[in-house]
């Protein structure tokens, strides 16, 4: 053999084990960066900006590095398309989104024709994993689990009380109010007002005034906490003393900085703190080192990153349907937001959710707590 010959044969040895070294897994992020929700959109990109830094610290999944686009949906249905379609043509094989339930199910389609994973970290909706789609999966709950919780605590700590239900008929919103009255009625109460609002108006008077009017005690409102916020400003401006309940959606530092005082006393359905779990101490410890608070879905979107690692390594694959088959498979997940395996929908085995409320912290900052 040449000199010549053997010196090219070893050239593209090293070129192809650098390619190999510099391979990289590129993962998807898509959420509100902007719009009205953007501090979830925040949070979700903290989670898997610390997972990939922390991940490709410890050498990557099966040898390769991770790397992240991010998509910005703006909570749009149309737009989250849009995103799909534009990570389809990038390559992107494992997506960490969406936000907003109507949001991920339009993107999820787009994902199962294209072979990639999707894990959302916040979409709730029933309907998310009810189509026997291969590649859908949630960190979080449902809303029947969250609107059942909601449901047996208006019922136990309501007792005697008028109730009334208020959506903003968003695809989360609606399914959350819904699953909550149809859990309420199953235990013999029945709402005095049912009504939807639409989401991103100012001015939420009209509404304000039938609460006003049914005498309701307390307000259960399926939506974000933007309009959420409003409507208990609105309330209050008007004399309506009603307490207002809602699901992880109300679960933001942003509701009470929308809603103001008279957002003391809210409750709220949401996991138990994960920021509590000595699983989570040193990703805590990471982020307050950079100054961010891991709140809300900031560590369920970084335990998104985690499942998918796992899984790709007991599949001892990158192929996106190969480590769906492992996360069907029952095994068991180790997160910052504590141990779960999955079943066949791509739900999580374990309900989890919780009653917070909102009060006042020994700083004079409102917080919710779980009670």
């Known amino acids: 053999m040449s000199k010549l010959r053997l010196s090219g044969l070893v050239l593209a040895a090293s070129l192809g084990l650098?390619?190999?070294?510099h391979a990289q897994v590129k993962l998807g992020m898509a959420g509100p960066v902007t719009g009205p929700n953007a501090a979830t959109g925040a949070q979700m990109k903290n989670g898997v900006d610390q997972a990939i830094e922390d991940i490709n610290a410890s050498g990557g999944i099966l040898g390769q590095k991770l790397s992240i686009n991010v998509g910005d949906d703006v909570s749009d249905p149309k737009q989250g398309v849009s995103i799909a379609n534009?990570?389809?043509?990038?390559?992107v094989k494992f997506v960490v989104g969406n936000y907003n339930s109507s949001v991920?199910?339009?993107s999820s389609e787009v994902y199962n024709e294209n072979g990639v994973l999707q894990i959302t970290p916040a979409s709730t909706n029933v309907n998310f994993t009810e189509r026997k789609l291969w590649n859908?999966?949630?960190?979080?709950?449902?809303?029947?689990?969250q609107g059942e919780v909601a449901a047996n605590f208006i019922v136990s700590k309501m007792a005697g009380k008028k109730i009334a239900i208020v959506h903003d008929k968003s695809t989360y919103g609606k399914g959350l109010a819904?699953?909550?009255?149809?859990?309420?009625?199953?235990?013999g109460v029945t709402e005095v007002l049912y009504e939807g609002v639409n989401a991103g108006e100012k001015d939420y008077s009209a509404i304000v005034s039938k609460i006003k009017q049914s005498g309701a005690d307390l307000v259960f409102f399926g939506g974000y906490y933007t309009e959420g916020g409003l409507i208990v400003r609105q309330m209050r401006d008007q004399g309506v003393q009603a307490l207002l309940m809602g699901g992880d959606g109300l679960a933001d530092a942003e509701f009470a900085a929308v809603g103001g005082p008279g957002v003391e006393g809210s409750y709220v359905t949401f996991g138990p703190d994960p920021t509590r779990r000595p699983e989570a101490a040193a990703v805590v410890k990471?982020?307050?080192?950079?100054?961010?608070?891991?709140?809300?879905?900031?560590?369920?979107?970084?335990?998104?990153?985690?499942v998918i690692k796992q899984a790709a390594e007991k599949a001892k694959s990158l192929d996106p349907k190969?480590?769906?088959d492992a996360i069907h498979s029952g095994m068991s997940f180790d997160t910052v937001i504590g141990a779960f395996s999955y079943n066949a929908k791509g739900d999580r085995q374990d309900a989890d959710y919780v009653v917070y409320v909102w009060k006042k912290a020994a700083d004079g900052k409102l917080v919710y707590e779980q009670l």
């Open 136 to 145: 859908v999966f949630r960190t979080c709950g449902r809303d029947d689990q």
């Open 286 to 306: 990471a982020f307050e080192a950079k100054k961010i608070n891991p709140a809300t879905y900031t560590l369920y979107s970084y335990a998104a990153v985690q």
């Open 322 to 324: 190969k480590v769906a």
């Open 178 to 187: 819904d699953e909550t009255r149809k859990g309420m009625n199953a235990k």
């Open 86 to 91: 534009k990570f389809v043509g990038d390559g």
């Open 18 to 21: 650098s390619c190999a070294a």
């Open 104 to 106: 991920s199910i339009p």
